[in-house]
């Protein structure tokens, strides 16, 4: 069964730090994409990182050069290294996949939606 569990969110002043975990079950990074999503209250969920099979990684320009992605495929997961938070990165952060499962021999690919994490940061 494939399951996201996204963990640690929390209440960080501006100028602090968090990082996010995203713990994967069902399939392995290494054929899986993982990506980060946020969603602020009243407004639609954007896309802010990604970190591919092949390491290869993406950042939405609201959060280059303050987060970074990385992947530990020995433990299956992704994590998001926030630092010099602002008050605009409050939202609930999710992480979504796009992996491919070899199914007796066929592979079939998805995408799922793991629950969201709260982060808030205050001025």
């Known amino acids: 069964e494939v399951q996201l569990q996204a963990s640690g969110g929390g209440l960080v002043q501006a100028g602090g730090s968090l990082r996010l975990s995203c713990a994967a079950s069902g399939f392995t990074l290494d054929n899986a994409a993982i990506g980060w999503f946020r969603q602020a209250p009243g407004k639609e969920r954007e896309g802010i990182s990604c970190?591919?099979?092949?390491?290869?990684?993406y950042y939405s320009d609201s959060v280059k050069g303050r987060f970074t992605i990385t992947s530990d495929v020995a433990k299956n997961t992704v994590y998001l290294q926030m630092n010099s938070l602002k008050p605009e990165d409050t939202g609930v952060y999710y992480c979504?996949?796009?992996?491919?499962?070899?199914?007796?021999?066929?592979?079939?690919?998805?995408?799922?939606w793991g629950q969201g994490t709260q982060v808030t940061v205050s001025s």
């Open positions: 970190i591919s099979a092949d390491d290869s990684t």
């Open positions: 979504n996949a796009e992996y491919a499962t070899d199914e007796s021999g066929t592979w079939v690919v998805g995408r799922y």
